[in-house]
Every structure is written in structure tokens, then in C-alpha cells.
T-cell receptor, first 110, second 113 residues
């Protein structure tokens, strides 16, 4: 099993739709979790950190399920500008090496 | 406040040539990283520096060397470039390794022929 797994998609949704991505991780000692957004041919940029209690930032909600070892990202009221690749990142306990998932592609169409 | 800067933006090398990719951050971050990104492979860590004066191998270090010149600068050297090193290289930094989010530079697109 890969350390961090994401469905590559693409997820093709209309404007205004709600879409959710999951990211599973294999190391139960993982401590820190993040979602990044990467536009085509650009650098990844932090979208949000994922806290144990879950967190929300406008249309975006991130949650952590330690028991099942996954994190999720929910996007409500999708905009055309949300089209991008979404990367999850997991930092393992006892290691300085962050592990990136391969990303989930989202395409929002009119 | 420029964040993380990388030079050059693009580079074409012939097999066997050497080059150094430069990275600098002005956020007073302790940790710095070098990644490569290939289609379908995601971001893979080459080397990292958890703090000034330390460097460690990541997932794919073979064929590369690094130098943490000071707190701001972290360079990546290809001693003898190979076509397999054709990739997009990203530098990143964070306040502290493990716990904190990373900030990325704009990337260097390297082609080795």
C-alpha cells in the first residue's frame, strides 16, 4: 500500500456543485496533514491545514479521520477557478520527510 | 517580501554537464527542501535541510548534492546530468520540519538531452 493515496480523477463537475476528495495514509504515527492546490505548470500552494477537530475556510472544509486514516476535502459551490490539482501531504511522526499524494485533478465546467 | 525564489526558471543541459540550482527564502524559515515533480509521479523529496548546518537525503537523492549555504539559501547540484533527471524542480521552505506547512518556489524546468 502506498504511504499516501489519492484518486487521480479527474473529477469533472459543473459550477455550483459540491465535490469531495479523500486521501488515505498508511502510517498511523502521522502527525500533520495539509491540502495544497497546484495549478497547471505552477508551484503547489497551501490551501489549508487539517486539524483533528476539522476546519473550514469559506467554501472549503477539511476533516481528519484518524481511526480510518484518511483526510478529506469538501468544496462547496464550485467555481471555474477551483479547477486545479489538489495534493494531500502527510508528515510522519519521527521523520522530517513529508509525503505527498499524487494529486486529484478537479475540472469545474460552466 | 519575495518568499521563495529559484534560479534559473528554465535550463537545457547535455548529458554529462553539471549545474547548480539556486534557492533562497526571505521568511526566516529554518527548514528547506528540494523536490522533483514528474508526470504521474507526484512530488518526490530529493534532499532536505531541517535546520541551518544540516542536510539529509530524501526519497530520491542519487545523482544530486546539496549545500545549505546559510539560513536563507539551499542549492541543488547535478554533477553529471542524465536524461532521467529531466524534471521540474521545486524548492520549498517551512518554519520547522514535520509540523509546518511548506512554501514553494516557482520551479525550475530542466531538460537533459
Amino acid at each position: 500500500r502506498k504511504e499516501v493515496e489519492q484518486d487521480p480523477g479527474p473529477f469533472n463537475v459543473p459550477e455550483g456543485a459540491t465535490v469531495a476528495f479523500n486521501c488515505t495514509y498508511s502510517n498511523s504515527a502521522s502527525q500533520s496533514f495539509f491540502w495544497y492546490r497546484q495549478d497547471c505548470r505552477k508551484e503547489p500552494k497551501l490551501l489549508m491545514s487539517v486539524y483533528s477537530s476539522g476546519n473550514e475556510d469559506g467554501r472549503f472544509t477539511a476533516q481528519l479521520n484518524r481511526a480510518s486514516q484518511y483526510i478529506s476535502l469538501l468544496i462547496r459551490d464550485s467555481k471555474l477557478s477551483d479547477s486545479a490539482t489538489y495534493l494531500c501531504v502527510v508528515n510522519k511522526g519521527g521523520s522530517y520527510i513529508p509525503t505527498f499524494g499524487r494529486g486529484t485533478s478537479l475540472i469545474v465546467h460552466p | 517580501n519575495a518568499g521563495v525564489t529559484q534560479t534559473p526558471k528554465f535550463q537545457v543541459l547535455k548529458t554529462g554537464q553539471s549545474m547548480t540550482l539556486q534557492c533562497a527564502q526571505d521568511m526566516n524559515h529554518n527548514s528547506m527542501y528540494w523536490y522533483r515533480q514528474d508526470p504521474g509521479m507526484g512530488l518526490r523529496l530529493i534532499y532536505y535541510s531541517a535546520s541551518e548546518g544540516t542536510t539529509d537525503k530524501g526519497e530520491v537523492p542519487n545523482g544530486y548534492n546539496v549545500s545549505r549555504l546559510n539560513k536563507r539559501e539551499f542549492s541543488l547540484r547535478l554533477e553529471s546530468a542524465a536524461p532521467s533527471q529531466t524534471s521540474v524542480y521545486f524548492c520549498a521552505s517551512s518554519v520547522l520540519a514535520v509540523r509546518d506547512e511548506q512554501y514553494f518556489g516557482p520551479g525550475t524546468r530542466l531538460t537533459v538531452t
